[in-house]
C-alpha cells in the first residue's frame, strides 16, 4: 500500500485513541482544563483543525514500525498516543521556556491561559502519555505495557536533558559541535528512535532487531534536525527575498552556523557583534558558504539519512515490509527546494 | 518498635534509594543539571541538610504501610523514592506558578537557575520518580511495578487536577466548600493516598484492604489539611504576636475562610474590601469565631482523624502491627499548641 493510502487509514485512528486518553483520563467536572490540552492539540478553539494538529509523523512512525515488524497496527495504536502526548507535552512546556506567543499560527497554551496553568496543562499532558500506555495490557501484554513505559521513560531523560543544553546554550557563546549532537539527540532524535522501538516492541520483534528499529529511527530525527538547519538558511522562505525568516536573524545555533563560527574567523566576528541584522544576512550566507557550511551541513544530512535507511534494512525481516518506512523518510528528508 | 526506632532506621535508606534513583537517571555529563536536583533534595547548595530536605513523611508512609501490610519494608523502597520524587518534582513547579522566592527559608530552584531551567529540573524528576518504580521489578514482581506505575500515574492525574483548581481559585472571589474539598483531595490527599496504596501493594495486600489503606492515607491528608489551615491562623505562630504570619494576611482560601465567607456577612465584607492588613487579624479572627470557623475547622479535623484511624483498622490483619502508622498519625495531627 502507498504511504498516502496507509496514512488515511492510520491517521483517523490515531485521532481517535488520542480523544479516548483524553476524555478518559480528565476530569469531565473541569471543562476548562480539558479544553487548554483539546485546545493544544488542535480539536478546539480558534484555528482548530488539520493544520493546528500537526502531521502526527510520531505516532504514524509508530505504527508503520509495528507493521514493518510483522505486526498488527492497530496493537500499537496506546503506543502511538503515548509517543504524541509526549511530544506535545514538551511543546506546551517549551513554548514557556522560549516565551513564544505563537505555536502553528495560534496563541501557545501559556499565552492564553498564563503560564500557571499551562505548566499544569503540561503536567497533565505528561501523565497521560504515560496513562496512554496501559491499554497495551489489552492489546499485547501487561509486560510490554511496562517496558514500553521503561522505554518512555528513558526518552524523557534524554529529552529533558537536550532541553537542558538548548536552554543552557542560549547563554554560552561558543558552543562544540559535540554538543550540539548532544543536544538534537536528546531535543529530536531520542523521541523519534523511541517511536520506532515502541512499534517494533509491539510487534514483538527480538531485542537485537528492535534496537536497529531505535537506530533507524534516531539517525532519522538527527538528518531531519540537520536537513532542517540547511533549509532555516537556504530554504525557500529564507533565500527568496525573505530574510527575515532565515535562521541567522533568529540567532538560533544551528550546525551551519557552529560549524562556520569554528571555521570562519570572519563569520565568527559578524556572528558575534551581537544579533544579525537582515540586512547582514547576505554576507553572512556567503561567508558560511565559502568555509563550505552549507555543502558540509547537506553532506552529513546525507550520510545520516544512509545510516537511518541501513540500519531500517537490517531491522526488518522482508525487505518490502519497509516501502512505506522508506517512502516516509524521502518524504521528511526532502530538500524542498 | 517506637516510631522513632523505625524511622531511624527507615530514613537512611529511603535517602540511599533516592540518591541511587537519581545518580542512575541523571547523565553525569551535565553536573549543573543533577546539581539542580540534589539541590532541592536538599542535598547540596546553600542550607542543604535534614532542615532543606523536609521530612520524608510521604516515603515512610510507604514503608509504615509496606510493614503493617504484612510485608518486608526494604522491598516497597522503590515506592517510597518514587513518591518522594513526585511530591518534590510538584514542589518545583508549584514554587514557578506561585512565584514563591523561598522555600524551607532557601532560595527557589527557579529563583536560582531561571524559570525555563527550573520547569525542566520538574520534568526530571517527575520522570525519576516513575523511573524509580522499575526496581519493584527486582524486589516484588513486574505485575507490581505495573500497577504501581498505575497508581502513581492516577495519582498525578488527581494532583494536576487540584493544582488546576488552585491556580483558578486565586481569579474567583466566591468559592464553595465542595470546590474547597476538591482542591485539597487533589493537592494533598491524593499523594498520600497512593503512599499507602503503594506500601500496602508492596505487601501483596488483597484488593479490599488495599483500598482501605487508602482511605486511611487519603483521610489523613484531608484532616492534615484541615488541621493546618486552623493553625494558620490559631497556631502558636499566627496568634502569639505574629499577625504577620496568619494565614488571613496571606489571602489563602482556606476552610476557616470559606466557611465564615459562607456564614458571616461581618466577614465577608472585610475579607472581600481586598487584602487584609495586619491590624484587621484581631477583628477578623474574632468575626470567624462567632460564626463557629474555628470550632467546626476543628471538628472536621477530628472527624476525618477518626475516619483515617477506622480505615486504617479495618486494613490491618493485627491491630499491633498498626501501632507505628497510629503514632504517626498522633503526630501529624497534634495540634502545636
Not at 538534537?184 to 509491539?202: D, F, N, R
Not at 541501513?310 to 526532502?334: G, N
Request: overall charge negative; proline content about 3%.
Amino acid at each position: 500500500m502507498s504511504l498516502a493510502s496507509q496514512m488515511q487509514i492510520m491517521l483517523p485512528a490515531v485521532e481517535e485513541e488520542l480523544h479516548s486518553v483524553v476524555d478518559r483520563t480528565t476530569n469531565s467536572v473541569y471543562p476548562e482544563l480539558r479544553g487548554m490540552l483539546a485546545y493544544h492539540l488542535g480539536w478546539e478553539g480558534a484555528g482548530a483543525g488539520p493544520e493546528a494538529q500537526g502531521k502526527r509523523i510520531r505516532p504514524l512512525l509508530v505504527l508503520l514500525c509495528a507493521q514493518a515488524g510483522g505486526g498488527e497496527w492497530r496493537n500499537a495504536l496506546p503506543a502511538a498516543a503515548g509517543v504524541e502526548l509526549l511530544h506535545n507535552f514538551s511543546l506546551i512546556h517549551d513554548d514557556i521556556q522560549d516565551n513564544s506567543p505563537l505555536r502553528r499560527g495560534r496563541d501557545t497554551v501559556w499565552k492564553l491561559w498564563g503560564v500557571p496553568q499551562a505548566i499544569n496543562a503540561g503536567d497533565v499532558m505528561f501523565t497521560q502519555a504515560f496513562r496512554a500506555l496501559h491499554c497495551l495490557g489489552q492489546t499485547i501484554s501487561a509486560s510490554a505495557a511496562l517496558e514500553a513505559h521503561r522505554i518512555l521513560e528513558e526518552t524523557c531523560l534524554k529529552l529533558t536533558e537536550g532541553q537542558y543544553l538548548d536552554i543552557s546554550f542560549e547563554t554560552r557563546r561558543l558552543l562544540p559541535l559535540e554538543d550540539y549532537w548532544s543536544m538534537i539527540g536528546g531535543k529530536t532524535s531520542a523521541l523519534l528512535g523511541c517511536c520506532a522501538e515502541l512499534g517494533a516492541l509491539c510487534a514483538g520483534v527480538e531485542d537485537e532487531r528492535r534496537a536497529r528499529f531505535h537506530e533507524f529511527g534516531y539517525s532519522l530525527g538527527l538528518a531531519f534536525q540537520v536537513l532542517d538547519d540547511w533549509l532555516g538558511i537556504w530554504g525557500d522562505a529564507s533565500v527568496i527575498g525573505k530574510s527575515t525568516e532565515s535562521d541567522l536573524v533568529s540567532g538560533k545555533k544551528t550546525f551551519p552556523v557552529l560549524y562556520g563560527l569554528s571555521r570562519s574567523p570572519e563569520f565568527a566576528q559578524l556572528w558575534e557583534a551581537g544579533g544579525l541584522k537582515v540586512e547582514d544576512v547576505a554576507q553572512a550566507v556567503s561567508l558560511l558558504e565559502s568555509c563550505g557550511a552549507g555543502a558540509v551541513t547537506l553532506e552529513r544530512a546525507e550520510e545520516l539519512t544512509h545510516k537511518a535507511l541501513r540500519a531500517l534494512d537490517q531491522a526488518v525481516a522482508e525487505p518490502q515490509k519497509a516501502d512505506e518506512l522508506k517512502e516516509l523518510t524521502a518524504s521528511l528528508l526532502k530538500r524542498k527546494k
